[in-house]
């Protein structure tokens, strides 16, 4: 123990390790190093500045935050600081700030600022904002307004006006409006969607008025939700 109030009379418990003022409720097993912490409960690791800070069960914080519920990870000012639930990690300044999900992961400042959703992941600057279960949100911006159930959104702006349920959005700037859309944008415009259980591809190719020897064209087969080609042999107007 080291550091004024240090001698274990406020609520320090064994093999536990303290360094910083006035700490209260050190548990079991646990590493407090913050002054005028709230508590470090067992197995923690409660590393901050400010004071106020809080470790719950299993958790790991480190930064100006706290880790209220048991076996989270938050690192960076704020990060997961609000209504956080069970086994989430929030890395960075403002990371799962307010209502992270249980079993989510937000990695970059403001990353899923406003509620994440279960099972989430978000990493980058303002990813992942008002996310459903299950979504992925990689990139700056990517998924910024909301991003729905079981949505991918990979790139910078990606599904940035609010992602939709189902849907895949790859690429700067591609944005699925309708539901059960894929995006794929590699063009330097926005790309987005117009009906629902569509597929947008930018950029092709523009071969002209013919069709080269040995090239192939492709099929969809609705039924099996297949892509298929067939060999072209000569030329074809």
Known sequence: NIGNSSDGTLGQSRYSVHLGNNAFNIGDYSTDLCSNSIESSVYSV?????????????????GKTSAYTDYCINIGESAGFTGQQTSSIAIGYNSGSFNQGSGSICIGNS????????????????TGNLSGEKSICIGENAGYSSCGINSISIGYNAGYTGLTNNSIAIGSNSVPYNVNNIVVNASN???SSSYDNATY???MANLGDTIPENYYKIYYNPTTFELCYVRIIGFVV
Do not use: C, D, R
Not at 50 to 62: H, L, Q, R
Not at 111 to 126: D, H, Q, R
């Open 46 to 62: 409660n590393v901050g500045v400010g004071g106020g800070n809080f470790a719950a069960t299993g958790s790991i914080n480190i």
């Open 189 to 191: 415009t926005t790309i």
């Open 111 to 126: 990353a899923s600022l406003t509620t994440s959703g279960n099972k989430n992941i978000s990493i980058g600057t303002l």
């Open 201 to 203: 591809i930018s950029s």
